[in-house]
């Protein structure tokens, strides 16, 4: 009688199988995190994805207009297909500083991928945060103080 109970012996692998299917399922399905725009490190996700979208004057609208900016909203490498995620945020009163990871696609013949941090530094001015200092894609423009 007791043999009636017992489950056929794929039954357990199967289960096995079937939440680990759920499980990457779930995790695919998850977009990247959305930060509030109202702070440092969702204003740099929007300046990102500006970027990413080919949208240079939006782009250039985070930066601060009394930091140091490059002298062309278009940037020195192009639109970058890139993706970023968060390293840490350092935030005291009216300024922050955010660290980001990105990858970028490589412009290497052979392909392959570029990882690297880049460090946005930010103001808040008028309820707003702006990038006071952007580098990253702008690697060959100087950047010139202005008045």
């Given at each position: 009688?007791?043999?009636d109970r017992k489950f056929?012996s ?8 079937a ?6 399922t ?11 725009p ?19 004057e ?5 930066w601060?207009g009394d ?9 020195t ?18 300024s ?5 990871r990105l990858?970028?696609n ?7 991928l570029i990882?690297f941090?880049e460090?946005?530094?930010l103001?808040?001015q008028?309820?707003r945060?702006?990038i006071r200092?952007?580098s990253?894609p702008?690697y060959?423009v ?6």
């Amino acid at each position: 009688m007791e043999e009636d109970r017992k489950f056929p012996s794929w039954v357990l692998p199967a289960a096995g199988v079937a939440l680990v299917i759920a499980l990457v399922t779930i995790g695919l399905a998850r977009g990247p995190a959305a930060f509030d725009p109202d702070t440092p490190e969702g204003t740099v996700q929007l300046y990102i994805d500006a970027l990413v979208e080919g949208e240079f004057e939006n782009a250039a609208s985070f930066w601060a207009g009394d930091g140091c900016v490059p002298d062309s909203a278009i940037p020195t490498t192009g639109a970058p297909d890139v993706s970023a995620s968060l390293v840490s945020v350092d935030s005291s009163g009216s300024s922050a500083t955010v660290v980001v990871r990105l990858t970028e696609n490589s412009s290497d013949a052979l392909g392959g991928l570029i990882e690297f941090e880049e460090w946005f530094t930010l103001v808040k001015q008028d309820d707003r945060w702006l990038i006071r200092q952007p580098s990253w894609p702008y690697y060959d423009v100087i950047c010139e103080e202005s008045a």
